[in-house]
């Protein structure tokens, strides 16, 4: 991510703004174009919907971020009319050749294909929408941005430096984030919408994974986002109510740990478990059965009981079984564990 607004600064990329109005509320306008402007100019603002019917986005809102109103009558029932408009509109903008990427505003997984279809002629595709949007929609873009979760971060650190509220909680996936209101009170911002936003368990898998390819040892920060934003194209910490992956990652990992070397970040393993140490409580638990085990799961239960956060992916290995197989100490028959003689 880093890397790419790097290159985006030295000459910023002009961009055709594509907003589906019968998807996305009006409340999003001014999120759409601050993050917007964070990659680069727009060349095109257009919005498509049915005009002859209230769907929230007036007049004085389209004047005021000037955004070109596209009217599409509904002619069939059942069909988005909307959807055909933006897609043919999309690639007529393609072929003049006058922009170097799309910002498509939909949480409409139909747009999928166009999605696709621009990455196909080397434009960089920049979604947005809410955490509902279907994950098929959020992959096929360079970039996805959930626009109810930044929306609401960005509401929450304005608050917090324009009135000094402390937020009281923070939380994801499914239970309620409660913050303090503007006058002491409580508000629920959980939301009944599915959030299809990438879970923190597999943020984590790819912190370990990287720390794994750097051989155990600590690794670099920013080295870290990038994998992530690279991995994970709706990738963003305001998503889990955080501003800084620093905090996110002390706050949420509690197995990881951030730390500061001469103004450089790094993260590593809160746990200094050993591998050593490790096959020294498997020979014990062996010899307190009699030297042998006639389950591999039994034993891994008891590991786990003893060691809540223990990932044998950490030591380079996916399963018990093969990490077993790598001591010296211990010989696995099938599914019995029995320890050398």
């Known amino acids: 991510m880093e890397e790419i607004m790097e290159s985006m600064s030295n000459e910023k990329m002009q961009f055709a703004v ?8 009006s409340k999003y306008a001014v999120t759409i174009f601050e993050e917007l402007e964070k990659y680069g100019m727009t060349s095109y603002r257009r919005i498509y919907g049915n005009w002859s019917k209230g769907n929230g986005w007036s007049e004085a809102l389209l004047l005021e971020h000037s955004i070109m109103p596209v009217q599409q009558f509904s002619y069939t029932t059942g069909k988005n009319a909307t959807d055909m408009a933006m897609v043919i509109d999309a690639m007529d903008i393609l072929y003049k050749n006058k922009v ?11 747009f999928t294909r166009l999605a696709m279809r621009l990455r196909e002629e080397n434009m960089f595709v920049l979604g947005m929408g809410e955490s509902k949007t279907p ?10 941005i959930h626009l109810n979760l930044v929306a609401e971060q960005n509401l929450e650190m304005g608050i917090a430096a324009g009135t000094g509220n402390v937020v009281e909680g ?20 959980a939301s009944a919408e599915v959030q299809n936003v990438t879970s923190l368990a597999e943020v984590r898998q790819v912190i370990l994974a990287l720390i794994n390819e750097n051989g155990g040892r600590q690794v670099d920060l920013a080295q870290l986002g990038n994998r ?10 305001r998503n889990y109510g955080y501003s800084k992956l620093s905090t996110m990652i002390d706050q949420e990992l509690q197995d990881l740990h951030v730390k500061k070397i001469s103004n450089q970040y790094y993260v590593e393993r809160s746990s200094t478990l050993t591998k ?7 020979c014990h638990m062996i010899e307190k059965n009699g030297g042998m085990v006639e389950n591999l799961a039994s034993l891994n239960d008891e590991l ?14 996916s399963r018990i079984s093969s990490f077993l197989r790598s001591l010296g100490s211990v010989t696995v028959h099938e ?3 029995y320890l050398k003689r």
Do not use: P, W
């Open 135 to 144: 994950l098929a929609l959020t992959r096929a873009c360079n970039k996805f």
């Open 18 to 25: 594509l907003i589906d109005a019968d998807n996305i509320s």
């Open 304 to 317: 786990h009981k003893k060691y809540k956060q223990l990932d044998f992916k950490q030591f380079g290995y």
């Open 100 to 110: 170097q990427g799309f910002c498509l505003v939909t949480s409409d997984s139909d």
């Open 228 to 237: 992530l934003n690279d991995k994970f194209t709706d990738f963003d910490v």
């Open 335 to 337: 599914n019995e564990v």
């Open 170 to 189: 923070r939380s994801f996936g499914g239970e309620k984030n409660v913050k303090a209101g503007a006058e002491g009170g409580i508000m629920d911002t």
């Open 276 to 282: 050593e140490e490790l096959e020294r409580e498997i």
